[in-house]
Structures are given as C-alpha cells and as structure tokens.
C-alpha cells in the first residue's frame, strides 16, 4: 500500500490536468499513488488520460462539484497520508519528499502546508501581506479568508476522516471551511518553502466565477459557530468575522439594488453582532 495518496480532481481541464498529472509523477518521493478524480468532465479527459497507462488510477462521477470530487478520491485511496492537488495547480518535484519528512520528524501536527508561488494569467504575481502563512495555533489568520491552498496540504488520512470530509453543498469556499474546521481543533505546520505553482486567471476558476464569494465564507461561519465546541476566544473572533462580512455584503446588495439580500445580512449581522 503507498504511504501518500495524491488525488487530483478535475472537470474538462484538458490540458491542465496533463500537467498537473506530470508534476506529480517527477516528484522524488515515489512512494504514493495517484488518483484523477473526473467529476463529469466532457473534453474527452478519461479517453486523453489513458495514455498514462497504469501510472495513475483514474475514476469518473457525474457533475457534483470538486468537494464531492474530493471525497471520492478519498474514499478509494488508501495512504496513510493524503495531498490534493488542484488540476490548474502544479507542483515543485520535491513538494512530497519535503513534506513527508517534514509530518514524519513531527507527528504532533495532523497537517502540513506550503508557500507558494502565484502566476495569473502567465505572469508571476507576489501575494499580498494579507496572504501571509503561519505555523501552530492559526485559527485566527484562517478566519478573514483562505490561506492554505489544498495543493500545498499534506495531511494524516484520519484528519480528514475526523473532520468528515469537504462540505459537498458549497459550491465554492469550501477549503475555507474545511480549514476553518481542522484549525479551530487543531495546530498545523507551515513549511516556509515555495513547492507549489498556482495557476489563476483562468475563465474556469470557481473562485472568480461570480461576486460574492463572502457568502459561502459566511456560510462556513455560521456553521462552525452553530456546530463546533468552540473556545470562547475562537467564537468571539469568529463571530466578530461574521458580523464584518455580512456588513460587506450588505452593503454590496445594496449597491447592487438587490435591497432583500442587503437587508437579511443586516439582520446577520446584529444577531450575531449583540
């Protein structure tokens, strides 16, 4: 049995996901396998991956989302540690041999997670001070937006077993909430190297698809206060992030004129914010 258990899910991403597929396969740790989820793709994706042969293991699902992708690698894979890679994502090829070393000379960590390197539209960018990454107790840096990529993640299996896996109702922001619930129980390690390459700007980013994206990051709050015995410095901070968002929102339907959205954050906003 391989000890890491990549998975790579995806949806008519030909030739990204080739790309990705390659990273992985020339990383120098070797003992992993590969799985390519392929959440109802249509670009003739299973028929173009049949060319790897028996070096990955590819299996296929009606259109469900990339949570539900997710979680069906993890439901056929069998490592003791998982690391998802994003099909627009691309790895350095020493991201897992650093890694594992890395979870296996700390085991009090369930997770660890990588710097990165951000290249939109074919140009490299530098992320924003609001983009830093930290080590340890980070719930309060995970709560004004996502800071760790699932690309950069490697985590024990029974982690994510633990926290029952990516919410498949959340169209998009569902790593916000998955980390939400993993750091508010749990410390995780951040390792200072640039080993993935992210790849954003594309017209089939879920994450640029629309305006709004703080509705599912409320979403994910008003979840995790309702459902989690949470400390009560982490509800105060998580509650006073909710209340921040839902003003930003509201104000947003509001200039939108779409005033029956402005006013249910509103009301978010005071219930919580009492």
């Known amino acids: 049995m391989a000890r890491v258990s990549v998975i790579i899910p995806t949806y008519n991403r030909l030739p990204k996901v080739k790309d990705a597929i390659e990273s992985v396969l020339k990383q120098t740790y070797r003992d992993f396998e590969l799985w390519v989820t392929d959440d109802g793709s249509t670009d003739g994706t299973g028929e173009a991956l049949r060319t790897f042969g028996n070096r990955i293991k590819y299996v296929y699902q009606d259109n469900s989302g990339i949570s539900a992708a997710r979680n069906l690698g993890m439901r056929v894979s069998r490592g003791k540690y998982v690391a998802f890679l994003d099909s627009d994502d691309l790895w350095e090829p020493r991201k897992l041999e650093i890694q594992v070393g890395y979870m296996e000379a700390n085991p009090q960590f369930p997770l660890c997670y990588t710097d990165e390197v951000w290249i939109r539209r074919e140009i490299r960018v530098n992320p924003k001070k609001r983009h830093a990454k930290y080590s340890g107790w980070i719930f309060e840096k995970c709560l004004p937006l996502c800071i760790i990529s699932p690309s950069s993640a490697l985590m024990k ?117 009492a």
């Open 157 to 273: 299996r029974n982690l994510f077993e633990e926290m029952g896996g990516f919410d498949e109702t959340f169209p998009v922001c569902e790593d916000y909430d998955f980390w939400l619930r993993v750091t508010c129980h749990y410390p995780v390690l951040f390792i200072d190297k640039k080993l993935i390459i992210k790849r954003g700007g594309h017209p089939d980013q879920l994450s640029i698809r629309s305006w709004g994206n703080d509705r599912y990051r409320v979403m994910a709050l008003e979840k995790l206060l309702r459902s989690e015995n949470l400390k009560a410095e982490d509800k105060r901070m998580a509650s006073g992030e909710l209340v921040r968002k839902c003003h930003i929102l509201s104000r947003g339907f509001y200039k939108r004129g779409k005033r029956e959205e402005g006013r249910r954050y509103e009301e978010l906003a005071k219930r919580y914010g």
